[in-house]
């Protein structure tokens, strides 16, 4: 994978920005709840600048790969999930990916979105139009990847998860994600909350926490405020003894690599692989769906290719 730098990025820079993006997870009550809250303002910028996104799209991924960071906060060892979006609207789809690492990746399936007149607010409703939720979990201790799928209810990435885990896993959940533009259109701030109720869960203390989050300002905006998560946390929810598990990293990361591509494009059918090496375009050029890492191949390249597939 390659990341494209960042405007005004430098080391320090770099440094800081990624010590603070953070999945902190935590429990609430009694263990009635647990939670985790997302930074992830470097995450969706670098997303953002190696898709070279629009505000529109990058509103759309942000909140897809905000919310797959949160997730990550309930794998373990080598799991991995897989949130998938097909839906008549404008943005047709989108699939992103995560794993117990903290490693994000994933792409929208119509780019650019269309726009039909300019954007009056940041409802998203119309661009997602009917259509199916879809969660993968590919588990470590389980011999096949358990699916789950559901309508979508809202035309909204996070109350369409609140919905799918009520409906599919029959698990209360509140999603909470928020993504900040400053008035340049640079995006300043990222960030995320998810809370679920545990089995035993009063009734009382989820409706009390609802009405915590919903006097809560955008995780997007305290994250673009530079506020310390913890502390916002802490504060919020001190009622509840908020108990702090894990602070982990999350990233933008995708394990591509020109070797990977190349054994892609060397088990393409024998016809078209020849066609390529003799006739071009030179160089080759591919990318990534997942990150939009451009690999570029020679001629001398494809035609190393063929010649091994024929004496395979």
């Not at 007149?117 to 979990?137: A, I, Q, V």
């Not at 990222?190 to 809370?195: S, T, V």
């Not at 020679?298 to 190393?304: A, F, G, P, Y």
Request: net charge neutral; proline share 5%.
């Amino acid at each position: 994978m390659k990341k494209k730098k960042l405007v005004g990025d430098s080391l320090k820079k770099q440094l800081k920005d990624r010590a603070r993006d953070r999945v902190h997870t935590f429990v609430l009550g009694n263990g009635d709840l647990r939670g985790a809250f997302i930074n992830g303002t470097r995450m969706v910028n670098e997303m953002r600048a190696n898709f070279e996104y629009g505000i529109l799209e990058t509103l759309v991924a942000g909140h897809a790969y905000l919310a797959g960071g949160l997730m990550a906060s309930h794998l373990k060892g080598h799991d991995r999930l897989v949130m998938s979006i097909d839906c008549s609207g404008p943005i047709k789809g989108l699939s992103v990916e995560v794993n117990a690492f903290g490693e994000v990746r994933g792409y929208l399936k119509h780019v650019p979105i269309p726009l039909s007149e300019p954007l009056k607010d940041f409802n998203l409703s119309p661009f997602f139009g009917s259509g199916f939720l879809t969660l993968t979990k590919y588990l470590e201790d389980m011999k096949q990847p358990y699916t789950g799928r559901v309508m979508l209810a809202h035309g909204n990435i996070a109350q369409d998860l609140a919905h799918y885990f009520y409906t599919s896993e029959q698990t209360p959940t509140a999603f909470s994600l928020g993504i900040q533009f400053d008035e340049h259109g640079q995006m300043t701030g990222a960030g995320g909350l998810l809370l679920q109720a545990m089995p035993g869960a009063s009734v009382e203390i989820r409706s009390e926490l609802e009405a915590v989050i919903c006097k809560m300002p955008s995780p997007g905006l305290m994250m673009a405020d530079e506020k310390d998560p913890v502390e916002i946390l802490t504060a919020c929810f001190s009622d509840y003894s908020p108990k702090f598990l894990s602070h982990d990293r999350i990233e933008f990361f995708c394990r591509c690599s020109e070797e990977k591509i190349a054994a892609y494009i060397a088990m393409l059918p024998m016809v078209d692989l020849a066609d390529m090496a003799e006739n071009g375009p030179f160089p080759l050029e591919t990318r990534c769906h997942n990150c939009h890492t451009p690999y570029q191949f020679s001629r001398e390249q494809l035609t190393d290719m063929v010649k091994k597939r024929k004496e395979a």
